[in-house]
Every structure is written in C-alpha cells, then in structure tokens.
Nanobody, 123 residues
Framework: QVQLLESGGGSVQPGGSLRLSCVAS?????MGWFRQTPGKEREFVAC????????YYADSVKGRFTISRDRAKTTIFLQMNSLNVEDTAVYYC???????????????????WGQGTQVTVSS
C-alpha cells in the first residue's frame, strides 16, 4: 500500500503564496492534488501524468498554481500563487497507476490518498 504524506499547508492572506509537498512511500505513475471544502465533492486541482510528466490543471488554478515532480518521481510539489479565498480547502495528495488521460480529473481513479493538509486564505 502506497502511503502519501503532505506538508506545507497553512494560513495566508489573499494574494499570498504557499507551497505544498507530498512524499510517496513508493513511485506511482501519476501523482496530483485534489481539494475539498465542507459540503462539496473533492475537486481536481492538478496532476503530473505518468513518467512523461505531462501536467494538467483545473481551469480555476491555471496560471496561478504549478505542479512539479522530483527526478525520483516520489515527491511532488504544488506552488500556489495569487491565492484567493476560494482556494481555501483541504488539499489531498493522490497517486495512481495505469490512469488514462480522460480519467485524470476523476477522484475515483486514484487508488492512493494522503490525509490532507488545510489551506486557509483569509484577510
């Protein structure tokens, strides 16, 4: 069972930045981030697909967030800039194998989930 451990959450003012990290106990083909607010379903944020490293983003974060992966492919990062209050959520690191491109934004396709880290954007 792959274990994922997130870090880097916290509180920041609107317009600020945070950097999330996630370390996996072993390599998975695809790694990414989802987020969730109370009463809502988990929402795709970004992912790095397979070993080729193609990145995908939700429209709501495109241009503000950047996902990256280390060379060992066991750690990913999410650099979040120009944060706004709508970005407040619990952010989950996810991992999965044999995902196809059309399924990358579906939470059910990811077999491995971290415990989540809270990101709060507030003035």
């Amino acid at each position: 069972q792959v274990q994922l451990l997130e870090s880097g959450g916290g509180s920041v003012q609107p317009g600020g930045s945070l950097r999330l990290s996630c370390v996996a106990s072993e390599r998975t083909e695809t790694m990414g981030w989802f987020r969730q607010t109370p009463g809502k379903e988990r929402e795709f944020v970004a992912c790095v697909w397979r070993n080729g490293g193609t990145t995908y983003y939700a429209d709501s974060v495109k241009g503000r967030f950047t996902i990256s992966r280390d060379r060992a492919k066991t750690t990913i990062f999410l650099q979040m800039n120009s944060l706004n209050v709508e970005d407040t959520a619990v952010y989950y690191c996810v991992g999965g194998n044999r995902l196809i491109q059309s399924s990358l934004r579906q939470a059910s396709q990811y077999a491995y989930w971290g415990q989540g880290t809270q990101v709060t954007v507030s003035s």
